[in-house]
């Protein structure tokens, strides 16, 4: 019963290729987001989704393209990928911002290594 | 520009030994300040939001607290099984742009030795 999946959960890959990362969630939410977890276990925002509509882009190179086909998935593309962008994605989920609770909740993370 | 700052970095306790977490925060406009904790390899685990000053919740032998500029949690007689990432947020004024986004602390690393 697995609220909020990740796949995959481990993606080792070389220096300019592309790569998606896919989320998917059962609670019902209507809002969905990316965060990063870098070296130093900041977490930070880098997309959210309210019901497939863009909300949040917190200044995110454009080579991160997110993509919500319906309210329960939101998937990450990354082009050309980098050194810096190994780190944990994470995707979350939570109900609109207007309900009386808005917790997210996380998925497992997908462990992103870049050669 | 909300931020949230936690401390310590890290914490070693024996088991019983009872401790407190600090997470201070600025936001324009507090909508929840939310506590979550991780293990390693794993994602966040929700654990408890709070909404204003005064408030406090509990859940086993983890309690938070919230003042106008912090928040604490406090870990009453721990045991090995609280080692973890403790992890504060904060969700700022929802009518605002990118007003449903958490912005994260760095964490608190707690160990809890038998």
């Known amino acids: 019963d697995t609220a909020v999946s990740q796949t995959p959960k481990y993606l080792v890959t070389q220096m300019g290729n592309d790569k998606s990362i896919k989320c998917e969630q059962n609670l019902g939410h209507d809002t969905m987001y990316w965060y990063k977890q870098d070296s130093k276990k900041f977490l930070k925002i880098m997309f959210s989704?309210?019901?497939?509509?863009?909300?949040i882009n917190e200044t995110v190179p454009n080579r991160f393209s997110p993509k919500s086909p319906d309210k329960a998935h939101l998937n990450l593309h990354i082009n050309s990928l980098e050194l810096g962008d190994s780190a944990v994605y994470f995707c979350a989920s939570s109900r609109p911002v207007t309900a009386l609770q808005e917790t997210q909740y996380f998925g497992p993370g997908t462990r992103l290594l870049v050669l | 520009e909300d931020q949230v700052t936690q401390s310590p970095e890290a914490l070693r306790l024996q088991e019983g030994e009872s401790s407190s977490l600090n997470c201070s925060y600025t936001v324009s406009g507090l909508r929840g300040l939310f506590w979550y904790r991780q293990d390693p390899g794993k994602g966040p685990e929700f654990l408890f939001t709070l909404y204003s000053a005064g408030e406090e919740k509990e859940k086993e032998r983890l309690k938070a607290t919230l003042t106008k500029k912090e928040s604490f949690l406090h870990i009453t007689a721990p045991k090995p099984e609280d080692s973890a990432t403790y992890l504060c947020a904060v969700q700022g004024n929802p009518f605002k742009a990118a007003g449903n986004k958490l912005t994260f602390g760095g964490g608190t690393r707690v160990l809890v030795k038998p």
């Open positions: 989704y309210n019901n497939k509509e863009l909300i």
